[in-house]
């Protein structure tokens, strides 16, 4: 079965910077749409990024737009997701899930899902 692994969190200050990565093992990662998604304690997992098979259509949740870029390197089987001008508000666990299908904004559309990479901005 699919797997995928997030890496790339950790303690920023606001206005600084972060990439994370989620790298899926098999040979079908291509053919996988892919999302990033965070879950701040106490609160909901909402939808953060999301793109398409080859990378040519990208989503992004309004309070990211204009700061954070989600893209993939299929040869690499890796997705990432560069966080520009962060925020307090953006710390939570982030995950990168993967879909069978096309691109997608629903949490529940996914059909793998990643541990979780924490990032934390402080003030």
């Known amino acids: 079965q699919v797997q995928l692994v997030e890496s790339g969190g950790g303690l920023v200050q606001a206005g600084g910077s972060l990439r994370l990565s989620c790298t899926a093992s098999g040979r079908t990662f291509s053919s996988y749409a892919m999302g990033w998604f965070r879950q701040a304690p106490g609160k909901e997992r909402e939808f953060v990024a999301a793109i398409s098979w080859r990378g040519s259509s990208t989503y992004y949740a309004d309070s990211v737009k204009g700061r954070f870029t989600i893209s993939r390197d299929n040869p690499k089987n890796t997705v990432y997701l560069q966080m520009n001008s962060l925020k307090p508000e953006d710390t939570a666990s982030y995950y990168c899930?993967?879909?069978?299908?096309?691109?997608?904004?629903?949490?529940?559309?996914?059909?793998?899902w990643g541990q979780g990479t924490q990032v934390t901005v402080s003030s």
């Open positions: 899930g993967g879909r069978t299908g096309t691109i997608s904004l629903k949490i529940y559309e996914y059909n793998y």
